[in-house]
């Protein structure tokens, strides 16, 4: 089993946005607490939360404390990582990495995690260009050594600030997305840099932003308000190409005998087998007790299966970027 933060883990997480951050949205509490049970006992105990999932008063945190409140014993089971370090005072998100934000960001998911959880891992959800990683690190350490924080991890870095942090402190891991509708990590040296410092990879995204669970045949399926919509990879120039990604997917699903969900899975779990290759963690998200059972029971796939895997990514470009233009990626 793979290790996190000095915590075995489960080799599916569990991406925690999609139960608090979704606009317009809401879900009953009870159906979201039932989820993290799930996420508990399928052994998919390594999750990943947020600062800004949702609302002030309703987030990732708000949410891990009622759970922990109602299930004490678990908090010892999972190994939890919360962005944060987005300064959201000019209406729109800003990475903001100086040590002031460090401690408001810090002392916010604390306190609303009320005690019930020490926080395993704190990551900035992006890297501020302008202040030194030096800054950003030496606050967080001040809670890492109170005891308050288990470490530092890295979100939608470059393999440059990956080789740079590791430099400075450890790391416990590196978010980034990857999944076969998003390869990007494989060729831009961020997977090389994992394995080179031995930093576990969470893959975020892993089924495509839905996509590859096989349930969206048309961009008519996601629904009018979906942040989707924004996404290059989801336009209506752009959907009617990507869908034969899917499509193939979906057939090499069948013909092992599980889902798309479970195939796509498995195959980011079988890439940590190969030689210098780090160790992949999927990450995704649910909302229902359901989906997080089977997305737990991810294919195991054979070295015959992912050499077919590579034949057909071969043939095959995804068409339109990861972010909507203006965003920053790989920082």
């Not at 737990?296 to 071969?314: F, R, V, Y």
Request: charged letters at 20%; glycine letters at 10%; a negative charge.
């Amino acid at each position: 089993m793979p290790q996190v933060a000095g915590k075995e883990v489960g080799p599916i997480g569990f991406g925690l946005m999609g139960l608090t951050a979704r606009p317009g949205v809401s879900y009953p509490e009870a159906r979201s607490l039932a989820a993290l049970r799930s996420a508990v006992s399928t052994g998919c105990t390594l999750w990943n939360g947020g600062e800004f999932y949702g609302t002030p008063t309703y987030n990732s945190m708000t949410l891990l404390r009622r759970y922990f409140i109602e299930y004490p014993e678990d908090a010892d089971k999972v190994v939890i990582c919360i962005k944060g370090g987005v300064d959201l005072s000019a209406g729109h998100p800003r990475p903001d990495g100086s040590a002031a934000q460090m401690s408001k960001s810090m002392k916010n998911i604390l306190a609303q995690l009320g005690g019930t959880k020490k926080v395993d891992m704190f990551e900035c959800a992006r890297r501020d260009p302008n202040v030194p990683l030096q800054e950003t690190f030496g606050a967080l350490k001040e809670f890492i050594d109170a005891g308050k924080l288990g470490g530092i991890s890295l979100s939608e870095v470059s393999a440059a600030t990956i080789h740079e942090a590791a430099a400075i402190t450890k790391v416990l891991a590196v978010e980034i997305e990857l999944s076969l509708w998003s390869t990007d990590a494989l060729r831009n040296g961020i997977v090389e840099a994992c394995a080179k410092h031995d930093i576990p990879l969470m893959a975020y995204c892993p089924l495509g932003m839905g996509m590859l669970t096989g349930q969206i045949k048309s961009p008519s399926d996601i629904p009018p308000n979906d942040f989707r919509h924004r996404f290059p990879r989801f336009q209506p120039e752009n959907f009617d190409i990507n869908i034969e990604l899917v499509r193939q997917v979906e057939a090499l699903a069948a013909k092992k005998g599980c889902t798309p969900a479970q195939f796509a899975l498995g195959w980011l779990v079988a890439l940590s087998r190969r030689p210098d290759m780090p160790t992949i963690i999927p990450i995704p998200g649910s909302t229902t007790s359901e989906r997080v059972e089977e997305n737990a029971k991810a294919a195991e796939l054979s070295d015959e299966e992912m050499a077919e895997i590579d034949a057909t990514l071969a043939k095959f470009e995804v068409l339109g970027g990861r972010w909507p233009e203006g965003l920053p990626v790989n920082t």
